[in-house]
């Protein structure tokens, strides 16, 4: 295992927030327990799933010192709830999410709305429990009449 390279921790941009789209959605279709559905039905839910997070959220990423535009781990967390983490795998087994959930107010954050197989062993070893119930949470409908 080579060392970690030197890392900055920051809010993520809007270059940043591409990469982050996309490789939750990725991770969480490949290793995550969704649902088995058509590509299409998947994509529209869970891309309406991110971007309420997104929105909701703070989305902090930490990135190389040396190449500040490669993102090497990145999370999502809105208050008591950590929507999701996500660490490029030639980054993991260094800490760096863990680097992540402490910058985040790590005391605060007591569960994680997205279970995925390489996440049970990281939730489990900063204590959250999982509850998905806030992702389906809907919207108030308009009262036109």
Known sequence: MTDAPALSIRTAT????KFVRGSWFESFKQGGYAPQVAFP???????????RCLAAGRTLVAFSTAVPDE?????????ARLHYVYTKLVYRRHG??????YA???????????????G????????TKFNPYPLY??????TRR
């Not at 781990?73 to 809105?78: K, R």
């Not at 049970?120 to 204590?127: L, V, Y």
Request: negative net charge; contains cysteine; proline residues 2%.
């Open 71 to 79: 993102v090497c781990s990145w999370l999502c967390v809105e208050g």
């Open 137 to 142: 949470q809907l919207k108030p409908r308009s």
């Open 14 to 17: 809007t270059d940043d927030l």
């Open 120 to 127: 049970r062993s990281f939730t489990a070893r900063i204590g």
């Open 41 to 51: 039905i998947y994509r529209e839910g869970q891309d309406a799933i991110i971007e």
């Open 104 to 118: 985040s107010n790590f005391n605060v954050i007591s569960e994680h709305t997205h279970d995925t197989r390489v």
């Open 96 to 101: 760096i999410a863990l680097q992540l959930v």
